[in-house]
Each structure stands twice: as structure tokens, then as C-alpha cells.
């Protein structure tokens, strides 16, 4: 019996191995990634958007064809004086298949540079236009390679950051934003993650069964956010939240600069006590078990 689990296991490694080992290209056409924005204002206010980036055909430069990221809609839930991003032509992109390399024109520019490199190990230096930021002194590394099933096939999955989560997916992108930088390790920064990636109307990540649509409109948003339901909202002492079909499993409750209220692990509905108080506006985030935070707004009224 031991055996045939070890012969098991064994050939598992080697399809896995076999499937990494072909290298999955970017989508040139029909793509779609929903990205969900959120940071702390330092001033006052949280930045909390929704936007999709797609594929809007090509377009030559510099002799070299691109394939043209396109924002066509952002739903914003900002307050304050936080707010990222904008409509329209968000840069392009070719793929490299022979250097296994992404390379990116962001917009209103002509001159090219490196965005995902896959044949980066662990160690290694994150180069290009991720790299952090300003900061030369915030450099990022690879933490890791391995790899992460993508719709019926394994593909390989590059590690850097593990504080904001970045991390480069074979024909699916960085999943901080597609073409968002690297924050470094410096504290406070946005979170840019993504909530779902489809190709072919096809959704892939971070699972087959997800609802993942093109963001035009408020409503799109709304069909692609989980069933999380608040209760009551605003509150005078508590609220209970109740999960839907969705499972998280952590709980933090913050103030709008982002200072921890509470802490703890979910069940099928929570109640959570807030009449110790000051009135105002709490932000609740839920962690799932894709590494996914789902952001809600509380507002303490007496």
C-alpha cells in the first residue's frame, strides 16, 4: 500500500513537472482581469475601486506589434481624497515566447520595458517595470517557484512578495494588479489584487466556478462581488455578517487609517461587537481561502 502511494505521488510530480515545463503565453485576445484597489488614505478616506483591464486590439510601435490594455469602467467606493485609476488605453504589451518575456509600453510612452520574465529563480532580482517603485533600496527577490492549477492545466507561478501578495502567474500575469509595481516592503501601500482573470469567457482564476464578468457598469460589479451580507448597517453595538456561499476565514475590523480594531476566525454567521465605539466609518476586511480580501464598509451610529 505504502508503495503504491509512493508510485503515486511520484507520477503526480512528474505531470505536474511535464505541464509546467510548457511555457503558457499571455492572452493576445479576449481576456478579461478584475482588479479591486483599496488603501488606506493618510490624510482621511479609503480608496476602494473595481476596474477590469482587457484586451482592445493592436497597435504597432516601433516596428513591433502590441496587444493594448484597455480600462473601459471604474467603480469607485472611494471617500476622501484617495483615488487611482482612470479609463482608457492603459498601456501595451508583447510577448516574447522564445525568452519566456513580457515586455510593456505604458501609456504616453514609445520605449519598451520588461514587465514578467518566467525564467526568473529563486534569488533572483525582480527587474523591469514591477520593480519597486522609487525606492532602490526596496528591492524584491523571488521568494519561491512553484506552480498553480489554471484551468485544466498546471502553470508556473513565480513568488516575490508575500506582504502584498505579488506573484507572477504563467499566462495570467502578476496577480497585483497586472501592471502595478511592486510596493517593495514598505508599509501602508495599496492593495491591487486579483479578484478573477477569464479567458475565452472562460473563467480560469482563481477558480473554473467563479463569476467573473467584464466591470461597464455598477451592477457588473455587484454580480461579481461575493454574498457577503452586513446586518445592521449602520449599527449602535453590534452587526453580524453572514457568508453566503462564500468561505473566509479570518476577520479584521480596522478604523479608516487603518488601525487594527479586532481580529478572529470566522463561522457560518459572526457577530461583532463595536459599542466601546466612537462613531464613524470602520473598515471590515474578510480573508478567503484564496488569498483574496473582500473589503466592506461599517458605519457606528448612536
Not at 517595470?129 to 507561478?157: E, H, N, P
Not at 473554473?208 to 464578468?213: E, G, L
Request: glycine share 8%; aromatic share 14%; hydrophobic share 35%.
Amino acid at each position: 500500500m505504502k508503495k503504491n502511494y509512493f508510485y503515486f505521488l511520484l507520477l503526480l510530480n512528474l505531470f505536474v513537472k511535464a505541464q509546467t515545463s510548457v511555457y503558457h503565453p499571455m492572452p493576445d485576445s479576449n481576456a478579461v482581469w478584475n482588479i479591486h484597489y483599496v488603501q488606506y488614505c493618510f490624510v482621511n478616506g479609503m480608496g476602494d475601486e473595481y476596474y477590469s483591464i482587457t484586451i482592445s486590439g493592436d497597435t504597432l510601435i516601433n516596428g513591433q506589434v502590441y496587444h493594448k490594455f484597455f480600462t473601459p469602467y471604474v467603480q469607485s467606493f472611494s471617500t476622501g481624497t484617495c483615488g487611482f485609476n482612470s479609463l482608457g488605453y492603459n498601456g501595451a504589451y508583447r510577448d516574447d515566447t522564445l525568452q519566456k518575456k513580457i515586455f510593456y509600453i505604458p501609456p504616453s510612452d514609445t520605449t519598451e520595458q520588461l514587465l514578467y520574465d518566467f525564467t526568473m529563480q529563486v534569488g533572483d532580482t525582480l527587474k523591469g517595470f514591477l520593480k519597486s517603485g522609487s525606492f532602490s533600496w526596496a528591492t524584491d527577490t523571488v521568494q519561491s517557484v512553484d506552480s498553480v492549477l489554471i484551468g485544466g492545466s498546471y502553470r508556473k507561478r513565480i513568488n516575490i512578495n508575500n506582504w502584498y501578495n505579488v506573484s507572477l502567474i504563467e499566462g495570467v500575469g502578476s496577480i497585483y494588479g497586472l501592471i502595478i509595481p511592486s510596493p517593495g516592503y514598505i508599509t501602508d501601500m495599496p492593495s491591487f489584487d486579483l479578484t478573477c482573470f477569464t479567458q475565452n469567457g472562460q473563467a480560469l482564476y482563481p477558480n473554473t466556478s467563479i463569476n467573473c464578468q467584464l466591470i461597464t457598469s455598477e451592477n457588473s460589479i455587484d454580480k461579481d462581488l461575493p454574498e457577503v451580507k452586513i446586518f445592521p448597517n449602520p449599527s449602535n453595538g453590534s452587526f453580524a455578517i453572514d457568508f453566503g456561499k462564500t468561505c473566509f476565514k479570518e476577520i479584521w475590523l480596522t478604523d479608516i487609517c487603518g488601525r487594527l480594531i479586532c481580529f478572529q476566525k470566522t463561522t457560518n454567521q459572526t457577530l461583532i461587537y463595536i459599542n466601546d465605539l466612537p462613531n464613524g466609518t470602520y473598515i471590515l476586511r474578510l480573508d478567503g481561502e484564496n488569498n483574496i480580501p473582500v473589503y466592506r464598509k461599517i458605519s457606528c451610529t448612536r
